[in-house]
């Protein structure tokens, strides 16, 4: 019995065994037929799957190309933007200043259109006091015949208009000047009374007037007085470095071609002259005593040197500045109320056109003057300071003022 128990046990413990390892056996095969089956079906998917992933992955590459040519793109577009606002900006500032200029030359048009005007209408009546003047006495002229008569020293430009109104074109007419023409005249242009006798207008003309042979000999005398000038000190200038020496108040184009028979060119030279020079100078050109220094030439030529000869220049920033004057206080006055302002000591011809450019051209006006004006108009000038208060100015302007006919219109 024991051994019939034995071997079932044992039986039941092979069968066991034997079938643990056909289940193992059937695992094993289900697993690599399952495998197999998995490898069949889903390798060609994986390798599809793969190869997709490549794509993917160079799109992605692609793309972080893209995104980052993007970005460079969308920074330079910024830039652009930030250009583009910058030009809009610096347009509109143009278009703002184009707009001021428009409005400041329509201004300035309508203050020209009134001056001519102005001046249309003071020819005119210039031109109907012809019948003043004593024709027989210098005799007519035509315009045809017109000289330059602003080679006479003390007639510009303005006073040559005047001058063509009543008919008088010519030097020869000029030459034959009596005192009493002169006060006629004088009356009829509203000149500076003693403007005509003080600039030497018909000595002038009658230099101007001699034949060629005369000219010649002149020139001739001026030249052999060469060795007398001292050149040393004034300096050595070529024709082709002269300066426009009709700048200086003064010196008229006649003038400038005497002293360019000298070598005198620039205004570097007369600015050197010295009290010696200036004697020579005026025995060599033939000229009038005293005139130099009283049309200060030095002076004027040493501020040319300083503005590098551009009066105009200098002259226009005057005009600019025009709105710093307290015209309340000094009155307005026209050119053809103008006083002879070089009568105060110390103001000569060339202070004078920058007082007139300043729309000052009056005694009245000059002796309105307060301490702040003065500052005002010194700066406004480029005045060496306190010029005005060292050469009293206010006080020989109110003197000179008591005798004057021409006030100017006092703003209300």
Same mark, same amino acid.
């Given at each position: 019995m024991n051994t019939l128990t034995i071997l079932l046990a044992q039986t039941k413990s092979g069968a066991t065994f034997e079938i643990i390892f056909m289940l193992l056996g059937s695992a094993i095969i289900g697993y690599l037929t399952a495998w197999l089956y998995y490898k069949s079906v889903y390798e060609k998917k994986i390798k599809v799957i793969e190869s997709e992933k490549h794509e993917l992955n160079n799109r992605i590459v692609n793309l972080d190309a893209k995104i980052l040519n993007l970005k460079k793109s969308l920074s330079e577009k910024s830039e652009e933007t930030e250009h583009l606002i910058l030009e809009i900006n610096a347009l509109k500032a143009l278009h703002a200043e184009a707009v001021h200029e428009t409005d400041d030359m329509t201004l300035k048009n309508k203050r020209n259109e009134q001056l001519l005007y102005e001046k249309d209408e003071a020819l005119i009546n210039i031109a109907q006091r012809k019948h003043l003047l004593d024709y027989k006495s210098f005799g007519t002229a035509t315009e045809a015949e017109k000289d330059d008569? $602003?080679?006479?020293?003390?007639?510009?430009?303005? !006073?040559?208009?005047?001058?063509?109104?009543?008919?008088?074109?010519? &030097?020869?007419?000029?030459?034959?000047?009596?005192?009493?023409?002169?006060?006629? *005249?004088? /009356?009829?242009?509203?000149? &500076?009374?003693?403007? +005509?006798?003080?600039?030497?207008?018909? %000595?002038?003309?009658?230099?101007?007037? =001699?034949?060629?042979?005369?000219?010649?000999?002149? &020139?001739?005398?001026?030249?052999? #007085?060469?060795?007398?000038?001292?050149?040393?000190?004034?300096?050595?200038? $070529?024709?082709?470095? %002269?300066? @426009?020496?009709?700048?200086?108040?003064?010196?008229?184009?006649?003038?400038?071609?005497?002293?360019?028979?000298? /070598?005198?060119?620039?205004?570097?030279?007369?600015?050197?002259?010295?009290?010696?020079?200036?004697?020579?100078?005026?025995? %060599?050109?033939?000229?009038?005593?005293?005139?130099?220094? #009283?049309?200060?030439?030095?002076?004027?030529?040493?501020?040319?040197?300083?503005?590098?000869?551009?009066?105009?220049?200098?002259? $226009? =920033?005057?005009?600019? #500045?025009?709105?710093? !004057?307290?015209? @309340?206080?000094?009155?307005?006055?026209?050119?053809?109320? %103008?006083?002879?302002?070089?009568?105060?000591?110390?103001?000569?011809?060339?202070?004078?056109?920058?007082?007139?450019?300043?729309? *000052?051209?009056? &005694?009245?006006?000059?002796? #309105?003057?307060?301490?702040? /004006? +003065?500052?005002? *108009?010194?700066?406004?000038?480029?005045? !060496?300071?306190?010029?005005?208060?060292?050469?009293n100015w206010v006080g020989q302007a109110r003197e000179l003022a008591k005798n004057n006919m021409h006030e100017p219109t006092t703003m209300p």
């Amino acid at each position: 019995m024991n051994t019939l128990t034995i071997l079932l046990a044992q039986t039941k413990s092979g069968a066991t065994f034997e079938i643990i390892f056909m289940l193992l056996g059937s695992a094993i095969i289900g697993y690599l037929t399952a495998w197999l089956y998995y490898k069949s079906v889903y390798e060609k998917k994986i390798k599809v799957i793969e190869s997709e992933k490549h794509e993917l992955n160079n799109r992605i590459v692609n793309l972080d190309a893209k995104i980052l040519n993007l970005k460079k793109s969308l920074s330079e577009k910024s830039e652009e933007t930030e250009h583009l606002i910058l030009e809009i900006n610096a347009l509109k500032a143009l278009h703002a200043e184009a707009v001021h200029e428009t409005d400041d030359m329509t201004l300035k048009n309508k203050r020209n259109e009134q001056l001519l005007y102005e001046k249309d209408e003071a020819l005119i009546n210039i031109a109907q006091r012809k019948h003043l003047l004593d024709y027989k006495s210098f005799g007519t002229a035509t315009e045809a015949e017109k000289d330059d008569l $602003k080679m006479i020293s003390g007639i510009g430009p303005f !006073i040559e208009e005047r001058l063509h109104a009543l008919d008088i074109y010519t &030097f020869r007419q000029i030459s034959k000047f009596t005192p009493q023409d002169i006060d006629t *005249i004088n /009356d009829a242009i509203i000149y &500076f009374s003693g403007r +005509i006798e003080r600039d030497e207008w018909v %000595a002038q003309a009658q230099e101007l007037v =001699r034949s060629e042979d005369l000219r010649t000999d002149l &020139f001739k005398r001026i030249s052999e #007085r060469k060795t007398r000038i001292y050149y040393d000190r004034i300096g050595i200038a $070529k024709k082709e470095e %002269a300066d @426009d020496l009709t700048i200086i108040s003064g010196i008229g184009g006649w003038i400038q071609e005497k002293l360019n028979v000298l /070598d005198i060119y620039t205004f570097r030279q007369i600015s050197n002259f010295t009290k010696e020079d200036i004697v020579t100078v005026t025995e %060599a050109i033939e000229y009038f005593h005293g005139r130099i220094e #009283r049309d200060e030439w030095i002076l004027q030529a040493k501020e040319l040197i300083r503005i590098a000869g551009k009066k105009s220049e200098l002259l $226009k =920033r005057i005009r600019d #500045r025009k709105d710093r !004057i307290y015209y @309340d206080r000094l009155g307005i006055a026209h050119k053809h109320e %103008a006083n002879n302002l070089t009568l105060i000591d110390g103001l000569g011809l060339w202070v004078e056109e920058r007082l007139n450019t300043l729309g *000052i051209y009056t &005694f009245s006006q000059i002796s #309105r003057l307060t301490h702040t /004006d +003065i500052e005002t *108009i010194t700066e406004v000038l480029e005045l !060496i300071p306190g010029r005005i208060e060292q050469d009293n100015w206010v006080g020989q302007a109110r003197e000179l003022a008591k005798n004057n006919m021409h006030e100017p219109t006092t703003m209300p």
